[in-house]
């Protein structure tokens, strides 16, 4: 069964540093992987995904991706964090066939000081 | 952007009460979900629909039901409300591999 870790519940940055957050995912064929970002009272906005081909993606507002798949990961990364930045963030991997769910990490926390 | 709507937003009720929360999508999408989440839990799928009339339970038992009787429309109920019906519930359509999600109704059961 697939599955997603995110190490890290709270992380904190003071705005203009950089941001890396981790995910870790758990599937036996090639993943399809998701990076989403909740503000406080609202749904979930897709920043980037990852199918195939360049394990480097580009995503919305600033944020990359990068699939390893030797260390199955798919960290988020921001090279300068803005303080409208802070959110929750959530790493998923796409099933495939079935009910093509997703399947959610249980979310970083991002608190961007200024 | 994407047109997916839940209504309503924000929804206190007292127990024992049947509700209705409402999903529309108007992008035509076959797929859609409805999904769980607690604080600092992960999102989990409670239904999920491949069109109309397919209604299918997730990996999380809900005593909620749904029904999908237009492609654009899939509603959750809750017979009768309980306090361990509070969470926030997120609605999705899917297109390709790419889901769409509404901004979740937010239910307190007291």
């Known amino acids: 069964a697939q599955s997603v870790t995110q190490p890290d519940i709270h992380i904190t940055v003071s705005e203009g540093a950089s941001l890396e957050l981790r995910c870790n995912y758990s599937?036996?064929?090639?993943?399809?992987l998701f990076w989403y970002v909740q503000s406080p009272g609202q749904g979930l906005q897709l920043l980037l995904k990852y199918f195939s081909g360049d394990t480097l993606v580009q995503g919305i507002k600033g944020f990359e991706a990068e699939f390893k798949r030797s260390q199955s990961s798919f960290n988020l990364r921001k090279p300068s964090v803005h303080w409208s930045d802070a959110a929750e963030y959530f790493c998923?991997?796409?099933?495939?066939?079935?009910?093509?769910?997703?399947?959610f990490g249980k979310g970083t926390k991002l608190t961007v000081n200024p | 952007e994407a047109d997916i709507y839940q209504t309503p937003r924000y929804l206190v009720i007292g127990t024992g009460k049947k509700i209705t929360l409402e999903c529309s999508q108007t992008m035509g999408h076959d797929k859609m979900y409805w999904y769980q989440q607690d604080p600092g839990m992960e999102l989990h799928l409670i239904h999920y629909?491949?069109?109309?009339?397919?209604?299918e339970k997730g990996d999380l038992s809900s005593e909620s039901t749904v029904s999908r009787i237009r492609t654009e429309h899939f509603p959750l109920t809750l017979e009768s409300a309980r306090p361990s019906h509070t969470s926030q519930y997120l609605c999705a359509s899917k297109r390709g591999t790419e889901a769409f999600f509404g901004q979740g109704t937010r239910l307190t059961v007291v």
């Open positions: 998923a991997v796409g099933a495939q066939g079935g009910s093509e769910k997703l399947v």
């Open positions: 599937y036996g064929a090639t993943p399809y």
């Open positions: 629909s491949y069109g109309v009339n397919s209604t």
